[in-house]
C-alpha cells in the first residue's frame, strides 16, 4: 500500500480549509418513518410540522454521486469539496452539535458547509488525516442546527502487521439506563440505504474481511451516536436536547453485540457511551438537555 502513504509531516490539503458549499433540501416524513422502524420505536407518524429528533437531520444532505463517480470503496471518488486524501480507510471520528431548535417535517433547510481544519499526524497503526467540516442547517426561523463533523483518513495496515498490542479502555460503569444492540447486517443495511452511504465497510463482508481487513461488518459511527441518543430519549422522552459531543473510540462490529449506557451526571448533563462485548469503550459521548 506504499501508494497511499504520505510523506513525513506533509499536509498538502491546507488549501482546502475555507472551501464552502450549500445544498437545500425539504424535510420529508418518510425518512424519519423508516429510521423509526428501524431503530424499533413506536412513534406516531410525523406530519407537515413534526419535530426531527436529534441527530436524525443526518437522514438528510446524502452525498449523491453517480454510479460512474463511485470509488472502489463505494465511496464518492476523493475530490471536490474534500481534500483528496489518498489514505484508503476513512470514518467518523467524533462531532459536536448543537440545537437551537428542531428542524419541522415541511421545513425548507438550507446547509452551509466550510472545512474548518486539514491536519496530518503520525498514530500507532500508521499515518492519519484528519478534516473537521463545520456545518449549519437553517431553516425560516434561522440556524438551527450547528456541527462540527470529524473525519479520520488513514492507510491500510501492512497484511503481515501484528495485531495492535494496546486494548481500548474499558468503558465506565453506573450506568442508570442501558440497551443492548444487536447490529445485525439488516440493521446496518438499512441505516447505509437511508443515509444513502455506499461504504462497503457496512454491508459487504468480502470486502470489508478481505480488502480493508476488519474482522467483520463495521457498525456506523453516526448510527452508534443515534443509538447513544435514542437510548437517552427513551428515559427521558420528554427532553430537548440543546447540544450533543461524541467521539469513536474503537469500531464496532456486527459478529457481536454492544451496549448503549446512560448516566445522568446531573439533570441537564449525562454521559453516554458505548460498551463493546468485552467491556471496552467504543464510544463516548455527552449530551446537554432542558
Known amino acids: 500500500m506504499s501508494s497511499s502513504r504520505l510523506a513525513p509531516e506533509s499536509n498538502p490539503w491546507r488549501d482546502w480549509i475555507g472551501r464552502t458549499e450549500t445544498h ?28 426531527v429528533p436529534p441527530l436524525w437531520h443526518w437522514l438528510y444532505f446524502a452525498p449523491i454521486a453517480r454510479a460512474r463517480d ?13 481534500p483528496p486524501v489518498p489514505l484508503p480507510r476513512r470514518m467518523w471520528a467524533g462531532g459536536r452539535l448543537s440545537f ?3 428542524l419541522r417535517v415541511g421545513d425548507e433547510v438550507k446547509r452551509t458547509s466550510r472545512i474548518a481544519d486539514v491536519t496530518t499526524k503520525q498514530g500507532r497503526t500508521g499515518q492519519l488525516v484528519f478534516v473537521t467540516v463545520h456545518h449549519e442547517l437553517a431553516d425560516a426561523r434561522g440556524v438551527a442546527v450547528t456541527e462540527e463533523h470529524d473525519i479520520v483518513y488513514r492507510d491500510m495496515p501492512p497484511p503481515d502487521a501484528a495485531s495492535p498490542s494496546a486494548k481500548p479502555a474499558p468503558a465506565p460503569t453506573g450506568e442508570q439506563y442501558a440497551r443492548e444492540i444487536v447490529p445485525d447486517p439488516v440493521l446496518l443495511f438499512r441505516y447505509s440505504a437511508l443515509t444513502f452511504n455506499g461504504h462497503r465497510i457496512h454491508y459487504d463482508r468480502s470486502y470489508v474481511t478481505g480488502v480493508e481487513g476488519y474482522p467483520g461488518l463495521v457498525v456506523h459511527g453516526p448510527l452508534i451516536a443515534t443509538l447513544l441518543l435514542d437510548n437517552l430519549r427513551r428515559h427521558h ?10 467521539r469513536a473510540v474503537s469500531p464496532l462490529f456486527d459478529i457481536h453485540r454492544f451496549t448503549v449506557c446512560g448516566r445522568a451526571d446531573d439533570p441537564q448533563h449525562h454521559a453516554l457511551w458505548a460498551r463493546n462485548h468485552e467491556g471496552a469503550l467504543a464510544m463516548d459521548a455527552t449530551a446537554e438537555i432542558a
Open 237 to 246: 422522552p420528554d427532553a430537548h436536547v440543546k447540544a450533543f459531543r461524541f
Open 70 to 82: 463511485l470509488g472502489p470503496d463505494g465511496h464518492p471518488k476523493r475530490g471536490g469539496f474534500l
Open 24 to 51: 437545500v433540501e425539504s424535510v420529508t416524513a418518510m425518512p424519519q418513518v423508516a429510521l423509526s422502524a428501524t431503530l424499533d420505536r413506536d412513534d406516531a407518524r410525523p406530519v407537515p410540522g413534526s419535530e
Open 100 to 102: 437551537a431548535h428542531a
